[in-house]
């Protein structure tokens, strides 16, 4: 095979990812030294394009980063009035009281906010500093240098045939080289996957832990919109089935961004998460806010879950890990944008300082140091047990001791020190015949709507003559082992309709329709055989959100 020539661009810094964590170090290393050459290069057709977050902002990262963000013009309009938490039942709801909630689960000060609209602002403070940004620009390698260091990236690869060879207007793509190389690729980032596997990154860590995040954003009668109401609820309808919640905020314009989340550690292979999220709507107090509403958008995405115990080393040589490639959201309180913001910052700041110093392509130790001691490892340490509990005990006892452990980690100590994870979320995944299928009422196509209906709303587009992104490792996997074992749990826990098993001359086949992928790296989590990855696809593929 002969081996592909392509041309090679220098720069100091080289970002993978144009979301809130490497915007933020793109922005901070234009700030400590203007003639620094950093490049961005996004996946996503435009900046904004794959990013998916509920989102209720702490402002504490865009205040370190640009402090004058409100007189630049930020799109951060509607601070939180009101903060509410529900225990549901079938037909009712506890609302449960604020005052002994931690202080760090209080929502004032936050605003709700589109974050594919924060980040399509910060990419142009960016620009305006001399950043480069590539929107549509698919990394799909990593360049090694001596010693096997990350010297760089290849991006820009297109016109591979489906067979993977390249076909009549194939273009290599180019290498861009750094003197480091921050991935900021989001949760489960196809080249973090590779860095950490290769340096062994998750040595000495807990597994990472993962959710699946579904939302919708819906126009309701206004006079029914709260304008910065945000509402949290946990229970029904997962029950003992799973962890999870849901989140409504109301936004501006008459919108609300409805979503649910559902931890990925569930046993039971029939659950549907999809349908979970769709069902809830039903519940009466969503039902009568959504009345005479309509849905305009729809999406999905993983998130990690792992928290303080479950990040990995997240220095390597040559580069560094950032925002959710590192596993940073917080739980409880269902936000990592900030702490994304502030990975950027110091990850920025320790390779400034390496470059200045002379240095490139070792580990950024002082990143390392920074986000483990900082007000990001600082932050998740004081609530690293409320997954484990929840996951261990479920959620009643996980909401009392998970309070209680956060109230005293505010004093530096926790009771319960601090609890391992255990399982991977595809190991915890229980057999088929162990467990009762679940009935699903069918969609009514007014509140609830199938998955390919709502996957319409996301506004996704994949080139089909290309190479499937979702790739088997074994394809005789998926009917031989999770079909009769697992009742193959893909046609399920995708939030997109990409996978089936269909009969064909009497014999069931897995099908992948990787044209409805929304890129939320579901199946690279859960598939109990871990026989599904998840690579790039060309760039500009996938989802298109508009104000996600």
Same mark, same amino acid.
């Given at each position: 095979?002969?081996?592909?020539?392509?041309?090679?661009?220098?720069?100091?810094?080289?970002?993978?990812?144009?979301?809130?964590?490497?915007?933020?170090?793109?922005?901070?290393?234009?700030?400590?030294?203007?003639?620094?050459?950093?490049?961005?290069?996004?996946?996503?057709?435009?900046?904004?394009?794959?990013?998916?977050?509920?989102?209720?902002?702490?402002?504490?990262?865009?205040?370190?980063?640009?402090?004058?963000?409100?007189?630049?013009?930020?799109?951060?309009?509607?601070?939180?009035?009101?903060?509410?938490?529900?225990?549901?039942?079938?037909?009712?709801?506890?609302?449960?009281?604020?005052?002994?909630?931690?202080?760090?689960?209080?929502?004032?000060?936050?605003?709700?906010?589109?974050?594919?609209?924060?980040?399509?602002?910060?990419?142009?403070?960016?620009?305006?500093?001399?950043?480069?940004?590539?929107?549509?620009?698919?990394?799909?390698?990593?360049?090694?240098?001596?010693?096997?260091?990350?010297?760089?990236?290849?991006?820009?690869?297109?016109?591979? /045939?489906?067979? #993977?060879?390249?076909?009549?207007?194939? +273009?290599?793509?180019?290498? %861009?080289? $750094?003197?480091? *190389?921050? =991935?900021?690729?989001?949760?489960?980032?196809?080249?973090?996957?590779?860095?950490?596997?290769?340096?062994?990154?998750?040595?000495?860590?807990?597994?990472?832990?993962?959710?699946?995040?579904?939302?919708?954003?819906?126009?309701?009668?206004?006079?029914?919109?709260?304008?910065?109401?945000?509402?949290?609820?946990?229970?029904?309808?997962?029950?003992?089935? /799973?962890?999870? #919640?849901?989140?409504?905020?109301?936004? +501006?314009?008459?919108?609300? %961004?409805? $979503?649910?989340? *559902?931890? =990925?550690?569930?046993?039971?292979?029939?659950?549907?998460?999809?349908?979970?999220?769709?069902?809830?709507?039903?519940?009466?107090?969503?039902?009568?806010?959504?009345?005479?509403?309509?849905?305009?958008?729809?999406?999905?995405?993983?998130?990690?879950?792992?928290?303080?115990?479950?990040?990995?080393?997240?220095?390597?040589?040559?580069?560094?890990?950032?925002?959710?490639?590192?596993?940073?959201?917080?739980?409880?309180?269902?936000?990592?944008?900030?702490?994304?913001?502030?990975?950027?910052?110091?990850?920025?700041?320790?390779?400034?300082?390496?470059?200045?110093?002379?240095?490139?392509?070792?580990?950024?130790?002082?990143?390392?140091?920074?986000?483990?001691?900082?007000?990001?490892?600082?932050?998740?340490?004081?609530?690293?047990?409320?997954?484990?509990?929840?996951?261990?005990?479920?959620?009643?006892?996980?909401?009392?001791?998970?309070?209680?452990?956060?109230?005293?980690?505010?004093?530096?100590?926790?009771?319960?020190?601090?609890?391992?994870?255990?399982?991977?979320?595809?190991?915890?995944?229980?057999?088929?015949?162990?467990?009762?299928?679940?009935?699903?009422?069918?969609?009514?196509?007014?509140?609830?709507?199938?998955?390919?209906?709502?996957?319409?709303?996301?506004?996704?587009?994949?080139?089909?003559?290309?190479?499937?992104?979702?790739?088997?490792?074994?394809?005789?996997?998926?009917?031989?082992?999770?079909?009769?074992?697992?009742?193959?749990?893909?046609?399920?826990?995708?939030?997109?309709?990409?996978?089936?098993?269909?009969?064909?001359?009497?014999?069931?086949?897995?099908?992948?329709?990787?044209?409805?992928?929304?890129?939320?790296?579901?199946?690279?989590?859960?598939?109990?055989?871990?026989?599904?990855?998840?690579?790039?696809?060309?760039?500009?593929?996938?989802?298109?959100?508009?104000?996600?």
């Amino acid at each position: 095979m002969t081996e592909i020539e392509r041309e090679a661009m220098e720069y100091d810094v080289v970002i993978v990812g144009a979301g809130p964590a490497g915007l933020s170090a793109a922005i901070r290393l234009k700030q400590l030294d203007p003639d620094l050459q950093v490049v961005v290069l996004e996946k996503g057709s435009e900046v904004g394009a794959h990013i998916l977050s509920g989102a209720v902002l702490d402002p504490a990262g865009l205040d370190a980063l640009l402090p004058d963000w409100r007189e630049l013009g930020a799109p951060v309009n509607v601070p939180v009035t009101r903060d509410e938490f529900y225990l549901m039942g079938p037909a009712g709801q506890l609302r449960i009281p604020n005052w002994p909630m931690p202080p760090l689960m209080r929502n004032h000060g936050n605003y709700i906010v589109s974050m594919a609209n924060v980040c399509r602002w910060m990419a142009q403070q960016a620009e305006a500093l001399g950043v480069e940004i590539f929107a549509g620009m698919a990394c799909s390698e990593l360049v090694h240098g001596e010693g096997g260091r990350v010297r760089g990236v290849v991006a820009g690869e297109f016109g591979r /045939a489906p067979d #993977g060879a390249p076909g009549p207007n194939y +273009e290599p793509g180019m290498e %861009l080289h $750094g003197k480091y *190389v921050l =991935l900021a690729e989001g949760v489960r980032g196809s080249l973090s996957k590779q860095v950490m596997a290769k340096f062994d990154l998750s040595k000495g860590h807990e597994p990472q832990k993962f959710g699946l995040g579904m939302k919708e954003i819906w126009e309701i009668d206004p006079e029914r919109h709260r304008e910065g109401t945000v509402t949290h609820s946990m229970g029904w309808p997962l029950g003992r089935n /799973a962890g999870g #919640g849901s989140f409504i905020y109301h936004f +501006e314009n008459n919108q609300i %961004l409805i $979503g649910f989340v *559902v931890h =990925l550690n569930y046993e039971n292979p029939h659950l549907y998460p999809y349908m979970e999220f769709q069902r809830f709507k039903h519940h009466p107090m969503v039902a009568d806010l959504l009345e005479g509403g309509k849905r305009v958008a729809y999406g999905a995405r993983a998130i990690s879950e792992g928290g303080y115990q479950s990040i990995p080393q997240v220095a390597f040589p040559g580069g560094a890990l950032l925002g959710c490639s590192a596993g940073l959201v917080n739980v409880p309180r269902i936000k990592g944008n900030h702490n994304a913001m502030l990975s950027g910052i110091a990850a920025a700041e320790a390779a400034q300082a390496a470059i200045a110093a002379g240095r490139a392509g070792d580990e950024l130790t002082e990143y390392e140091k920074a986000l483990r001691r900082g007000p990001v490892g600082r932050e998740l340490k004081k609530v690293r047990n409320v997954k484990p509990m929840w996951s261990k005990w479920g959620l009643t006892p996980a909401l009392g001791l998970g309070g209680l452990d956060m109230w005293t980690n505010t004093l530096g100590f926790s009771f319960f020190g601090t609890m391992p994870h255990g399982k991977t979320d595809a190991e915890a995944t229980g057999k088929a015949s162990k467990h009762t299928p679940i009935d699903y009422p069918k969609p009514d196509g007014k509140l609830s709507f199938d998955r390919l209906t709502n996957v319409a709303y996301s506004f996704t587009n994949h080139d089909e003559n290309q190479p499937a992104h979702l790739t088997l490792r074994d394809p005789s996997v998926p009917i031989k082992v999770n079909l009769p074992d697992y009742g193959e749990p893909a046609r399920l826990y995708c939030p997109a309709g990409v996978y089936e098993v269909v009969e064909k001359d009497g014999k069931p086949e897995f099908v992948i329709n990787f044209q409805n992928c929304v890129h939320c790296k579901t199946c690279d989590i859960k598939d109990p055989s871990q026989n599904i990855e998840w690579v790039t696809p060309q760039g500009g593929d996938g989802p298109n959100y508009p104000n996600m």
